[in-house]
């Protein structure tokens, strides 16, 4: 019983140390880190469980998904493979695209193989440059539709019945069309590409504390080398996070297997925008039916998500179908889909 004191103990004191060093510093410089990233489309959570969830999804065992937040959410997947797809209708008419495989060889004796896949849809947009001899002050150039996606290749294994890691390589590319730049003695136009790649990097850790059914992660995602498109370089959207998660009827209910009701928190450190505090409860009846509904602050523009999911087991197989809600204050309102499915 001590150990899981301590245990207990320890895993909360790190959450409230970084969330306290976090704010605090949030406090006194409240806008020295906005816009400091590119690839933002890196930043959005993809999962319709963990968007409803307000994002804290941190220490959450989800094989199908962990490879969009932590990595070493693979490592204990008892099915041969799980597969997941999905849709999210992002704001400005923005949609995303993405799907992930996790691979259970070998009985796990060689770890858990993932691998993941985001695309973006960005529109199409009407390219103008200026112009001294249209009325207009313009002249059309033509439509460019921009668009990103990243490719990831990922490795998890258990280590113990407590401790498990996990890691992430992904190709990242970001192509925004091309530019016209000048034009040439004999009238012709010079345009520029700008469209760049990179190599970026996921890592993370979940201990299983020994408490009930207490789970601590950590995470660091999207370390790449600086980019640049023109003079000024940038970074990508390096996060780090650490989370808590438990099943609360382990303590209040215990024995109620028809019942689960699963709180996670996670505090996050982003490099470009101040220290977040993400919160999240998951009701979940008879292994079916899951209402969920989380919190993220602070925010631009949103805070509060709620979704719904419904799961099954049909013969050898899993099936469950997730939805998240979330409203986008002067945005749309942001809609997401998700499919898993094991065997």
Do not use: C
């Amino acid at each position: 019983m001590k150990k899981y004191i301590t245990s207990l103990f320890v895993s909360g004191a790190w959450l409230l140390l970084f969330t306290a060093v976090g704010f605090s510093q949030a406090e006194r410089k409240p806008t020295e880190k906005r816009a400091q990233t590119g690839f933002k489309f890196l930043t959005v959570t993809t999962d319709a469980r963990a968007g409803a969830l307000g994002e804290a999804f941190t220490s959450l065992e989800s094989p199908s998904s962990a490879m969009f937040f932590n990595p070493a959410g693979m490592a204990r997947l008892q099915d041969f493979a799980t597969v997941s797809f999905g849709q999210v209708s992002w704001i400005a008419d923005i949609d995303y695209v993405f799907g992930s495989v996790a691979l259970n060889p070998f009985d796990g004796r060689f770890g858990i193989f993932g691998l993941s896949i985001v695309s973006v849809d960005y529109g199409s947009f009407n390219g103008t440059i200026r112009s001294d001899t249209d009325v207009r002050g313009y002249e059309d150039t033509g439509s460019f539709s921009p668009s990103a996606f990243a490719l990831g290749l990922g490795y998890a294994k258990a280590l113990s019945d407590k401790f498990a890691i996990g890691g992430n390589v992904k190709y990242v590319k970001q192509d925004l069309g091309s530019a016209i730049v000048g034009f040439a003695p004999a009238g012709d136009q010079l345009k520029t590409d700008y469209t760049t790649d990179v190599a970026a990097f996921d890592f993370g850790i979940i201990y299983r504390t020994g408490f009930k059914s207490l789970n601590f992660g950590m995470n660091v995602r999207n370390f790449s080398k600086e980019l640049k498109y023109e003079e000024e370089g940038f970074q990508l959207p390096l996060t780090f996070k650490i989370g808590l998660s438990m099943n609360a009827f382990d303590l209040l209910l215990a024995g109620q297997e028809n019942h689960d009701f699963l709180v996670t928190v996670d505090a996050v450190h982003p490099r470009d925008f101040s220290e977040q505090l993400n919160i999240g409860g998951e009701y979940l009846f008879m292994k079916t039916v899951a209402l969920r509904a989380g919190y993220s602050t602070p925010n631009d523009e949103h805070g509060f998500s709620a979704g719904a999911g419904l799961q099954k087991t049909l013969k050898n197989y899993k099936l469950a179908i997730d939805y998240a809600y979330t409203p986008y204050g002067i945005f749309d309102n942001v809609n997401r889909f998700t499919v898993q499915f094991a065997f």
